[in-house]
């Protein structure tokens, strides 16, 4: 994620590498940022907030956990204040349809509404699933990472993958019976 060096002197206060450093990590911080809130400006918003307060706070970074789960602790914390304070919403309308070329049409409708009905499942999950779902596969954190990151014991993370999961299942039980809601 981000070279050592960097980091390092970052923290000792070399401004260009606090900025590349905050380049570097702004698209893994959004993508959390979005996915946990399914709105773009919200999303942008506590991308936003997450790397101001990674920029204020580098300096008391310490080697404990890893860098990329600090970051996430950072942004997963700000993004669940955020859901607390308004319920999101997904807007698949701000995507644009873009076919390939080469490909069935038909195929390319069913895999909008496909992706369509996972982020509207993920957004019915509770904060706490929705956050290990997208730490987990999204960002493809071990369990041990989501565990540093929330700062939850290992077998809490477990049971909430288990659970989300099952609901997730339950939430998609059209297509695993080859049906199409829409």
Same mark, same amino acid.
């Given at each position: ?20 450093? *905050? ?34 706070? +580098? ?7 890893? =860098? &990329? ?22 807007? +698949? ?10 490909? =069935? ?10 992706? &369509? ?6 957004? &019915? *999950? ?6 290990? +779902?997208? *730490? ?17 014991? +290992? ?6 993958? =288990? ?8 939430? *998609?039980?059209?297509?695993? &019976? ?5």
């Amino acid at each position: 994620m981000v070279a050592p060096e960097t980091l390092k002197a970052a923290q000792a206060g070399d401004r260009d590498a606090l900025i590349t450093l *905050l380049r570097e990590i702004e698209p893994h911080v959004y993508k959390t940022a979005y996915y946990l809130l399914n709105n773009e400006q919200d999303a942008m918003d506590a991308s936003q907030e997450a790397l101001i307060r990674i920029y204020q706070k +580098i300096g008391t970074y310490e080697e404990r956990a890893l =860098f &990329k789960t600090w970051v996430q602790r950072i942004v997963t914390n700000i993004c669940i204040d955020k859901f607390r304070r308004t319920k999101p919403s997904v807007s +698949i309308d701000e995507h644009e349809m873009v076919f390939a070329s080469g490909q =069935f049409v038909e195929d390319e409708v069913m895999a909008v509404f496909a992706q &369509k009905d996972i982020i509207e499942a993920i957004d &019915k *999950l509770p904060v706490q699933h929705r956050t290990v +779902i997208v *730490l987990r596969y999204l960002h493809d954190f071990s369990y041990a990472e989501i565990a540093d990151s929330l700062q939850l014991p +290992i077998n809490t993370v477990k049971s909430y993958l =288990f659970r989300a999961r099952q609901q997730l299942q339950q939430y *998609l039980q059209d297509y695993q &019976k080859g049906g199409v809601r829409g």
